[in-house]
Structures are given as structure tokens and as C-alpha cells.
């Protein structure tokens, strides 16, 4: 059986090591977005998931830039800038489609703008897989 003083101060420690962990993750980690799908008035949320899709774009162009200059003038580098021209050109088409379901009606802005941010999220995942990658890690290319 522990002792009550040793028990105090091995909760201190704990205590100590948790805040410390979540004071680093909270740093670390992008400040909470606005929820666009809780806003009540309708242009305010339209423009709220235009200004997510224009976010995350941006991201994603600092991303794949980061990617091509760590690649340099390497066979993947082509691979890469062929694959960002294919995803802008996916992008568009797809949500051009998405839009088109409810072409003439109001929604059809809200509807692409949601399509942009989604589709610009998921490739900004792609992207900071092979920023971040570890070597060892399949599917990646680790900077040596």
C-alpha cells in the first residue's frame, strides 16, 4: 500500500504531466474553426464556407509548394505537378457537378462552396502525409 504522502505527490507529477501534454497539443494544434453549418443567416453562411474553401485552398497551395521545393527537379516532383493539375481540374469538375443538382436555385453557392472546402481538406491531407512522413513509412518520399 502507498502511502498517503507518496500517493499526493505521484497525483502532483501526474497532474503536472497531463497539463503539460495538453498545453502542447493546444499549441500545437489549429485554433477551432467556425462552425459554417450553425450559422443562421443564410448569406453569412454561404460566405463563411466560401472563406473555408478559400482557406483551405490556400493551404493547400503552401502545402504542394513546400512538397515541390523539398522534391526539387526529381522524377516525383513531375509526378507531384502532374497530380495537383489533375486534383484543380477534379476539384472544379466535380463540384460544378455537385453544384448542378440544384442548378437555378439558390443553395447551388452554398453547395459549391462546401464541395471546394471538402475536396481542398482531403488534399491537404494527402499533402501533409508526405510533408510529415517518416522514414520507413510506405508511400512516402522521406527527405534524406
Request: net charge negative.
Given at each position: 500500500m502507498i502511502n498517503s504522502k507518496r500517493a499526493t505527490s505521484l497525483r502532483v507529477a501526474l497532474a503536472a504531466a497531463i497539463s503539460g501534454l495538453l498545453a502542447t497539443a493546444s499549441l500545437a494544434a489549429d485554433p477551432p474553426a467556425r462552425d459554417c453549418n450553425q450559422v443562421q443567416d443564410y448569406k453569412e453562411m454561404v460566405e463563411c464556407h466560401?472563406?473555408?474553401?478559400?482557406?483551405?485552398?490556400?493551404?493547400?497551395?503552401?502545402?504542394?509548394?513546400l512538397l515541390m521545393k523539398r522534391l526539387g527537379s526529381s522524377p516525383a516532383?513531375?509526378?507531384?505537378?502532374?497530380?495537383?493539375?489533375?486534383?484543380?481540374?477534379?476539384?472544379?469538375?466535380?463540384?460544378?457537378?455537385?453544384?448542378?443538382?440544384?442548378?437555378?436555385g439558390s443553395?447551388?453557392?452554398?453547395?459549391?462552396a462546401q464541395c471546394y472546402a471538402g475536396i481542398a481538406k482531403s488534399r491537404l491531407h494527402e499533402l501533409e502525409y508526405q510533408i510529415d512522413c517518416k522514414q520507413g513509412y510506405f508511400g512516402c518520399f522521406w527527405q534524406r
Open positions: 466560401r472563406l473555408d474553401a478559400e482557406t483551405n485552398i490556400a493551404k493547400v497551395t503552401a502545402a504542394y509548394e516532383a513531375e509526378k507531384l505537378s502532374q497530380s495537383q493539375k489533375a486534383w484543380l481540374e477534379y476539384q472544379s469538375s466535380y463540384c460544378d457537378f455537385m453544384a448542378s443538382a440544384n442548378e437555378g443553395i447551388v453557392h452554398l453547395i459549391r
